[in-house]
Nanobody
Framework: QVQLQESGPGLVKSSQTLSLTCTVS??????????WSWIRQPPGKAPEWIGA???????YYNPSLQSRTSISRDNAKNTVYLQMNSLKPEDTAVYYC?????????WGQGTQVTVSS
């Protein structure tokens, strides 16, 4: 059973940079056909896909966030990272890590990020 655990600062100030970590266990982030995404859900709003790391090393981004977002990974640590800069209060959300793979979909529990003005 693959498990994903998000971690991050919880509270950041406007204009600062957010760095989140998704630590994976029970599977490898390089497993064939796996697709590791970051998704967020602001309070009272629908989930929003931020971007993803493909097992082969490609990265994909939501065009509306691409200019402020960077996803990376460390294969040795089996970890996927999210960096988002120029934060705004509207970036406040629960941020999730998710994998889609041949056996289905797994989500992390999410981590709350609050951006103060």
């Amino acid at each position: 059973q693959v498990q994903l655990q998000e971690s991050g600062p919880g509270l950041v100030k406007s204009s600062q940079t957010l760095s989140l970590t998704c630590t994976v266990s029970g599977d490898s982030i390089t497993t064939t056909n796996s697709y590791w995404s970051w998704i967020r859900q602001p309070p009272g709003k629908a989930p929003e896909w931020i971007g993803a790391s493909h097992y082969a090393g490609n990265y994909y981004y939501n065009p509306s966030l691409q200019s402020r977002t960077s996803i990376s990974r460390d294969n040795a640590k089996n970890t996927v990272y999210l960096q988002m800069n120029s934060l705004k209060p509207e970036d406040t959300a629960v941020y999730y890590c998710r994998v889609v793979h041949s056996r289905g979909t797994n989500w992390g529990q999410g981590t709350q990020v609050t951006v103060s003005s």
